[in-house]
């Protein structure tokens, strides 16, 4: 594994997109350490009002940014990777999905089902719309596992890592506006890049069959890492076995 000292990776930029609701803070469990080897790229979502800001906000950060760069999508930020991946397929050496998804909502009529009914996603804006609090603290803590839960711990870290916060409602609107409409499925074989999928096994946001699905279709271009236990955050729940995998991962093809 490579060190600090002697890495192939310093300077390599790696484009860091976080879920719905959600800004850089997200990444506080693994930032210090990942910033060791990357030159991180935060994107926000701050300020994004209609579900096109989304693809806008992404492909301007990295219209800005200049050679090749990695990237690494979370849940939402998973969709808008691969979108990226595709759309700037030369300047993209690798990419990393995590908790991701190539479609949040089911399709009945192409027997989609490894993501959300519709109408869950637009009850979930009713209920920002009316209680916030109350439905961003359930969201936050559907983000881990069962047995995650039990501990508190992680559920307790997170609300405190992230409570500064204060996405709009216009804001969080168009979020689950563009998890109801995006749909990636056709761009997953047009990807050049080599993929890294790391997904939660009891993750109740975006399920592991959502992974399974991307990496079928990405056929030799994708490894899947599925961990045990664990739900939507796996940076949280197991940031040093985070950091490793990815680390690893990037060294692949470096040294030979």
Known sequence: ???????????RKLVMLPGWSMDSSVWKPVAPVLSEYFQLVFCEWHDINTMEGYTERVCKLIEKEKGNLCLLGWSLGSLLAVDAAVRYKARVEKLVLVG?????????ETGYFCGWHKSAVKKMKEAVKVDREKA???FYSSLFSSKEQESKEYVALFKADIDANTASFKELEAGLDYLLAADMRMQLESIKADTLIIHGEMDAICSKEAALYMAQRMKDKAQVFIMEGIGHVPF???????????LEFMEQGDKK
Do not use: Q
């Open 1 to 11: 594994m490579v060190t600090g000292e002697d890495n192939v990776l310093e300077k």
């Open 100 to 108: 991701g998804t190539a479609r949040f909502t089911r399709d009945k």
């Open 136 to 138: 961003m603290d359930s």
């Open 236 to 246: 949280y729940s197991l940031p040093e076995e985070f950091t490793r995998l990815i």
